[in-house]
């Protein structure tokens, strides 16, 4: 069974950035893809980033394409979400997700959550 720590989350002004790490362990990690979603208070989950199992693709929602970057490093099975230019509706728990095969870009592709962190952008 695989399981997925974030971290990286906190409280940061409008404008600003974060790094979001989440390490991976229990499953081969660089056969799968990974991803990060959010979902904030009162609104469903949100597909945030999603990145192929060998880095070679990356895709993104519309709301943060050119602020997020999602990417990994197999040899430390960690995958990562540098997060700049950030907005007050950016708030919202950010999960870390393992896709169920080797590319996964949208919520139904993930079969593996993490247990959150919080990220809260203030204006």
């Known amino acids: 069974q695989v399981q997925l720590v974030e971290s990286g989350g906190g409280l940061v002004q409008a404008g600003g950035s974060l790094r979001l790490s989440c390490a991976a362990s229990?499953?081969?990690?660089?056969?799968?893809?990974m991803g990060w979603i959010r979902q904030a208070v009162g609104k469903e989950r949100e597909f945030v980033a999603g990145?192929?199992?060998?880095?070679?693709?990356?895709d993104y929602s519309g709301s943060v394409k050119g602020r997020f970057t999602i990417s990994r490093d197999n040899a430390k099975n960690t995958v990562y979400l540098q997060m700049n230019s950030l907005k007050p509706e950016d708030t919202a728990v950010y999960y870390c997700?393992?896709?169920?095969?080797?590319?996964?870009?949208?919520?139904?592709?993930?079969?593996?959550w993490g247990q959150g962190t919080q990220v809260t952008v203030s204006s």
């Open positions: 229990g499953r081969t990690f660089n056969t799968y893809a």
């Open positions: 990145i192929a199992w060998d880095g070679g693709h990356t």
């Open positions: 997700a393992m896709g169920s095969s080797r590319r996964a870009f949208s919520l139904t592709d993930f079969a593996s």
